[in-house]
């Protein structure tokens, strides 16, 4: 019963959702011939602003459970997506079990995880982020207005290597330039671009720790390589190297 309700409320959030940012986003989704809807997937993207989890949540076809940083559960917007949409908080820099249980068990039960392999959007929070620290001044670290892609964390690795699912890469670009026009009172393109999927991802088991974190590092090297693949060559950042 509680099921079924929540249901409800999200596909009301959703419709919601596209009615109010029709306002202030015009969105194109291509690729969408390449989404699977029957099985358990890992969805990777870039992470250029705040709304990019909001606009693929409303714009793909799937409910996609998000890995959200806890710190963002401060805000209220945040707090109330996380609790309709049953998102995953998790400690980022770190490797939190509990988290990992969370989306294991989503991916077994057939449904699409949403990770953003570089972790965060301000490539300088980066630093406090592998040491695991609580990012406690979020205002200000809400858009990369570079538009460009940042090294990926080996997480994304960690979670395809011991799920086993296939992944799904999708770039998204225009996003970090939503408040700069909201400001100016202007409407901004949005464009979501599917990918193929690829994997499963997977490691030798008998690797000694420090060869495991290399290969963690090469796995999260290929999820981005691919995101990257979808977005202009400007906006690949240090990704530059692909077909």
């Given at each position: 019963m509680f099921a079924a309700l929540q249901g409800i409320l999200q596909s009301i959030l959703v419709f919601l959702g596209r009615?109010?940012?029709s306002v202030f986003v015009s969105v194109s989704v291509s690729g969408l011939e390449h989404f699977p809807r029957s099985e358990g997937l890992i969805l990777v993207s870039n992470h250029f602003s705040w709304f990019d989890g909001p606009l693929l949540m409303i714009y793909l076809p799937v409910r996609i459970v998000f890995l959200l940083a806890v710190e963002?559960?401060?805000v209220c917007f945040f707090r109330f997506l996380s609790r309709s949409f049953n998102l995953i908080p998790i400690w980022r820099g770190q490797v939190d079990r509990k988290a990992m249980r969370a989306a294991l068990a989503a991916l077994k039960e057939g449904r699409t995880v949403g990770v953003f392999p570089e972790g965060g959007i301000d490539p300088a929070m980066a630093g406090a982020r592998e040491r695991?620290?609580?990012i406690e001044q979020i205002a200000g670290h809400t858009a990369r207005h570079s538009a460009n892609l940042i090294h990926a964390q080996s997480g994304i690795g960690l979670l395809?290597?011991?799920?086993?699912s296939r992944l799904l890469p999708v770039a998204v670009l225009g996003t970090e330039k939503i408040l700069v026009n909201l400001r100016k009172l202007r409407r901004t393109h949005v464009r979501i671009r599917v990918g193929r999927p690829f994997g499963p991802l997977s490691i030798p088991e008998d690797l000694p720790r420090r060869q495991r974190r290399r290969h963690l590092d090469a796995l999260a090297k290929e999820a981005m390589t691919q995101i990257a693949a979808l977005l202009p060559p400007g906006n690949r950042g240090p990704y530059q190297d692909v077909p």
């Open positions: 009615l109010i940012s963002t559960e401060r695991g620290e609580r395809a290597t011991q799920a086993q």
